[in-house]
C-alpha cells in the first residue's frame, strides 16, 4: 500500500490554504494545517478528520523561535513532512510609496519572506535528508508585475519568486520538488487584510467580474502534487480570466476595461 503523503500548509486557516486543506483532505493527504486563529484550525480539523489523520500547529510565521518550537514539537507520527505548503501571507495596505505606513511594509517583508524561510528552515533539512519532498510557494502576480501603490507586497512577492528558483536549483540534487503558484485576484480574506476590515473597500474589488475561487488555486496545487516522480511543475501563473494584468488589473466589466487605479 503507498503511504499516504504528510503535507503541511501555512495560512490553512482561510482562502486558499483552507481551500487546499480540504482538496488535499479529500485526497488522502495528512495534514498539518497551521495559523494563528486556533479557534478555525481546531473547526477545521474537527471537520477534516472525518477523512484524514489532522494535527494542527499555532503560530506566527514571523516568531522564528515560536516556528521552529512548534515545528519540532511534532511527534515522528508526523514526520517526515512529504510536502510544505508555503501559503501564509498578506498585503497590508495600498499606497504610494512616499506615504506608506512602515509598520504595514514590516507586516510583509516579515511575514510573506521571513515567514517563509522560517518555516522552510526548519522543514528542508529532514527533506535533504530523505533526498526527497515538494515544496509549493504561494507567489502573486505581484510577484511578476509591479503595480501602482503596491510597491512593497510586490516586493515582497518578487523576493518569493527569486527565494523559490533558488531553491529548485539548491535542493534540484536532492530530488526535491519546487513549484510557485502566482494567482492574479482570488477572491478571500486579502482584500479585508489589506485593507484593514474596511469591507466596502475590500468587496470593490471584485465587483462587476468573477475573480478567481480559493478552490481555483488549490486544484492548481493538487494538479502539481500529483504529477509523475519525474514531473515537476516549476512556475504556474493563473488569472481570472476578466484580467489581463497585474498593472492595468483589466478586469472586463461588460465590454469595458476597469483599473483600480
Ligand atoms: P487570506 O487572508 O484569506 O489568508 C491568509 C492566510 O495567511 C490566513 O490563513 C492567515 O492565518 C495566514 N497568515 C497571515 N499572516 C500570518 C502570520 N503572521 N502568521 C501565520 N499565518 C499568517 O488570503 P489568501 O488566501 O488570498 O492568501 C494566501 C496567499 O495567497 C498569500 O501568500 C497571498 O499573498 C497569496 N495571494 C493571494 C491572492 C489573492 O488575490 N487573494 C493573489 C495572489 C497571491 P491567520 O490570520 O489565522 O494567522
Ligand atoms: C494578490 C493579487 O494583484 O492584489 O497577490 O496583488 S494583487
Redesign the pocket.
Known amino acids: 500500500m503507498t503511504k499516504q503523503r504528510i503535507a503541511l500548509i ?9 481551500a487546499t486543506a480540504r482538496l488535499l483532505a479529500q485526497n488522502s493527504f495528512n495534514l498539518i494545517l ?4 486556533k479557534d ?2 481546531d473547526r477545521l480539523q474537527q471537520e477534516l478528520q472525518k477523512l484524514t489523520k489532522v494535527t494542527t500547529l499555532s ?4 516568531e522564528k523561535e515560536n516556528v521552529a518550537n512548534a515545528i519540532q514539537s511534532l511527534d515522528d507520527t508526523w514526520k517526515p513532512i512529504d510536502v510544505l505548503i508555503n ?5 497590508h495596505g495600498l499606497a504610494p510609496i512616499q506615504s506608506g505606513d512602515v509598520a504595514d511594509w514590516d ?1 510583509m517583508i ?3 519572506v521571513k ?1 517563509l524561510l522560517y518555516v522552510s528552515h526548519e522543514i528542508l533539512p529532514e527533506m535533504v535528508k530523505n533526498n526527497s519532498g515538494h515544496i509549493i510557494n ?5 510577484g511578476k508585475e509591479t503595480y501602482p501603490n503596491g510597491n512593497v507586497y510586490c516586493a515582497s ?1 518578487f523576493a518569493v519568486d527569486a527565494i523559490t528558483k533558488g531553491m529548485r536549483m539548491d535542493l534540484n540534487a536532492h530530488g526535491i520538488k519546487v513549484t510557485a503558484i ?12 489589506r485593507f484593514k476590515g474596511d469591507e466596502e473597500r475590500a468587496n470593490a474589488v471584485y465587483k462587476g467580474y468573477q ?2 475561487n ?1 478552490e481555483d ?1 488549490a486544484d492548481l496545487i493538487l494538479f502539481a502534487l500529483t504529477r509523475p516522480a519525474h514531473v515537476v511543475v516549476a512556475d504556474l501563473v493563473v488569472f481570472p480570466t476578466a484580467q489581463a494584468s497585474s498593472r492595468s488589473e483589466e478586469r472586463r466589466v461588460g465590454k469595458e476595461c476597469r483599473s483600480r487605479w
Do not use: M, Q, Y
Open positions: 501555512t495560512g490553512a486557516t482561510s482562502g486558499i490554504g483552507e497551521c495559523g494563528r486563529r478555525r484550525l503560530f506566527d510565521v514571523r501559503n501564509a501571507g498578506n498585503a507586516a516579515d511575514i510573506n515567514g504561494i507567489g502573486s502576480i505581484a512577492k502566482h494567482p492574479g485576484l482570488v477572491e478571500t480574506e486579502f482584500s479585508k487584510v475573480p478567481l480559493p488555486i
